[in-house]
T-cell receptor, first 111, second 113 residues
Framework: SQELEQSPQSLIVQEGKNLTINCTSSKTLYGLYWYKQKYGEGLIFLMMLQKGGEEKSHEKITAKLDEKKQQSSLHITASQPSHAGIYLCGADGDSNYQLIWGAGTKLIIKP | EAGVTQSPTHLIKTRGQQATLRCSPISGHTSVYWYQQALGLGLQFLLWYDEGEERNRGNFPPRFSGRQFPNYSSELNVNALELEDSALYLC????????????FGDGTRLSIL
């Protein structure tokens, strides 16, 4: 069965610095979704990637899907306290429209 | 456009009781998904409803059940509550089940005493 591995598990970054979070799949990705979650709250949809080499941006967050469609990266430029939270990647699984989820990356921004 | 709404926000029950959680999807969305997020664990898929039918089920016992109403809202029922059922229960909806992002509600925090 397909698995998604996120790295790192947690990240502490000085405010203003850039950072990257990775999501690696054991199988080809046909749809990759990035979400952000504040502690104890729901998930906020950030971006969806479908095509190899695709790149999308939303404010200071950029997500890419590699050409082989087995890895996605989320890059935050000039991090701010509002970027703190848990970032999760989800992917279209290989059965019955069920999404497969990574374990999440906890991001802490130091002022 | 109103987002996915869940009620109640918090629910406190004791072991053996039954809990009912409710979810209203975004207008026009026909697919509703339920997830469990226990402390320290990732998102665990519970149930998927589309057009009033249960389409898929995660690896949970039968005491976790639900339904989807004609207006596409949904409820999750958990019978014979156990301590390990304490978790954040998230509902999501999507326009279609394939190649569409799921949009999440803020969840119901279920605490079992």
């Amino acid at each position: 069965s397909q698995e998604l591995e996120q790295s790192p598990q947690s990240l502490i970054v000085q405010e203003g610095k850039n950072l990257t979070i990775n999501c690696t799949s054991s199988k080809t990705l046909y749809g990759l979704y990035w979400y952000k979650q504040k502690y104890g709250e729901g998930l906020i949809f950030l971006m969806m990637l479908q095509k190899g080499g695709e790149e999308k941006s939303h404010e200071k967050i950029t997500a890419k899907l590699d050409e082989k469609k087995q890895q996605s990266s989320l890059h935050i430029t000039a991090s701010q306290p509002s970027h703190a939270g848990i970032y999760l990647c989800g992917a279209d699984g290989d059965s019955n429209y069920q999404l497969i989820w990574g374990a999440g990356t906890k991001l802490i921004i130091k002022p | 456009e109103a987002g996915v709404t869940q009620s109640p926000t918090h629910l406190i029950k004791t072991r053996g009781q039954q809990a009912t959680l409710r979810c209203s999807p975004i207008s026009g969305h026909t697919s509703v998904y339920w997830y469990q997020q226990a402390l320290g664990l990732g998102l665990q898929f519970l149930l998927w409803y589309d057009e009033g039918e249960e389409r898929n089920r995660g690896n949970f016992p039968p005491r976790f059940s639900g339904r989807q109403f004609p207006n596409y809202s949904s409820e999750l029922n958990v019978n014979a509550l156990e301590l390990e059922d304490s978790a954040l229960y998230l509902c999501a909806s999507s326009l279609e089940p394939d190649n569409q992002p799921q949009h999440f509600g803020d969840g119901t925090r279920l605490s079992i005493l």
